[in-house]
Every structure is written in C-alpha cells, then in structure tokens.
C-alpha cells in the first residue's frame, strides 16, 4: 500500500512538473484553464535617460500587448537604478530572492563583472540590455541584446566626411572638433569616441581635438560643457561631436547662444534618432544623428525572455541590432 501511494505520488509530481513546463512553452496562447502569471523583474540603469525611457516603454508595451491577448499575464516590475551599483545591486537581489521567472537587467556598472555574476549564480533566466559587458561568457540562461557601438561611431564620421568640405569649414587644412562624451565606463561612450574620429583619419582628414569631456549622457551637462568649449576656442570648433542626442540637444542650445548657425559654421551630430533631433536634422539645426533602434532593441529583448523561459537554447549570445545612419535625406522616416 505504501508503495502504491508513493508510486502515485511520484507520478502526480511528473504530471504537475509536465503542466508548468507546457504553460511556458505556448506564453501568448490561449486556453481554458486561468492563465499562468510570469513575473519579469527589469532593473533600468537610470530612468532620467531620455534613451532608456524610450526603451523601457517599449518593453513595458511588448508585455502589455501579450496580456490583452489574454493568455499568460506577464506581471512586469520595472526599477530605477539611479545610476548607483550599490542601489542596483540591491535591487536585483530582491527580484531573485523573490523568485521573478526573468529578468531584463540594464547594468549601472559593466567594468565588474560581480553583479552579471549572482545573476548567472541565480539560474533565473536573464537578458542583458544596453551596456555591454567586455569579453564576458554568457551563461545558458543569459545573453546580451545591444547594438555595435563602433558602427554608430563611424556613421557620425561619415555623416561629417559626406559634408563638402569633409568638416573643413574654414578650410585651413584641419577639422578641429570637440568630443562630448558619455559614461567614460560604457563601451558606447569609448567607441562612439574613437570610431567617429577613425572614419575621418581613414579618408585622410586631417583632425585636431580642442576638447574633450564627459557629460555623462545628461542633456543640461552637455549644454554646460559645449558652452565653456565654446567660450575657450570660440570660431575655432568646427565640429561638435556628442555621445548621445541627449548630450547634442544641450549643446544645440549652447551652440544657438553663442550665436552660431548649425550648418553655417559649425556641424553638430548625435546618436539615437531621438524624435526631437530627427525633427532638427530635417530643418537643418543638427547635421545628423545616427538610429540606436530602441524599439528593435525592446522587441529583441523580450522575445529572448521568452524563449529563455521556454527553455530554448540561444545561441547568438550577443545580439546587435543595426544602427542607421540619420540625415536630411531620410530624418522624416523617424519622426513618429
Ligand atoms: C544611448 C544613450 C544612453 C546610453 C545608456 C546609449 O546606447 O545612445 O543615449 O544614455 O545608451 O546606457
């Protein structure tokens, strides 16, 4: 009798194991029993980051889609990391000591590998987002979604070198700029910086840097910055390179209150194809920018989640999605 009874045990707990396995597998589709809840914990670097609003957004909607559908609910948490690790890290200790069943996770810091780490420790399905972890080996239930931050680099060289006179605008031989970085730790930052000047030295452009500074991706640090360069070297700045569109929209405002004209006498570009500057590039207020594809970038994320909790192996660890070079000629397609 005893035997039976642990028999029949054993075979209800490989049933109700079987049932769990199912409901992941199909999460948007229908059925009749009361839909299953999945809970996904999103830790966001810094939500005063008009870039990652954009995508947080995207993602809070790509899971808010899924539910009217009215199969799994994905019951999502999004927090602020205030750009603080130790707030971060606190954070993402509480959504796995809650059990979430995935994780998105925005990292404040990629130069310690610590947190990625009690992430890949926690076995709880998890996309990395946004800042890429340098020569890090992902876990088979991790990966990366982001984008090739050299090629926006050399979209910003390139939308400078198509200028007629490639950036020379007083024509004395040499395009004198000035860099206006992003998080120095962030390999967006680091590569947007060499590679928009390594487009230009490639076609022979000769190029002297009068400044370069970090203005953390903040729009009112950009501004301060572009204004004490352009108090320092006046009518020497041709070119007025950012990180970000953030960081581009404040030195359009220290660019018009030092009374220069974008276009005239000085070229300025970005990145990320925020719609404000897509909207500048058409009247010819910023040079260019460069599409850091949020919306692409959300969706990726979101279905790796979901193909993570349905057990599927990915095997393309770290996913880019393309960047577009943004001009006057196709600045309208993103002005939505
Ligand atoms: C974006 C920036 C943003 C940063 C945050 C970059 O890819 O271009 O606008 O501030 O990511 O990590």
Known sequence: MKKLLSVLLAVLMVLALAGC???????????EAAPETVKIGVAIYQFDDNFMTLYRQNIQKYFDDLNAQGGTQYEVTIVDGKNDVAEQTEQVNTFISQGVDAMIVNLVQTSSPALAQAVEDSGIPTVFINREIADYNYGPKTCYVGADARDSGTYQG???????????????????????????????????????????????VNVECLYQETGMWDQAKGQELVATALNAYGDDIEV??????????????????????VGKDIYLVGVDALVECCEMVKAGTMTGTVLNDDQGQATAACESVLKLLAGEEITNKVNYVPYVMVTPANADQYIK
């Not at 396995?21 to 948007?28: D, I, M, R, V, Y």
């Open 158 to 204: 390139q939308i400078i070198f198509d200028q007629e006179n490639h950036g020379d605008l007083n024509g004395d031989g040499v395009v004198k700029y000035i860099m206006i970085m992003g998080d120095p730790e962030n390999s967006d930052a680091q590569n947007r910086t060499e590679y928009s000047i390594k487009y230009l030295t490639d076609n022979g």
């Open 240 to 261: 007025v390179f950012c990180n970000n569109d953030g960081m581009a929209l404040g030195a359009a405002q220290a660019i018009n209150a030092a009374g220069r004209t």
């Open 21 to 31: 396995g199912q409901k992941e597998e199909t999460p948007a589709g229908g059925g």
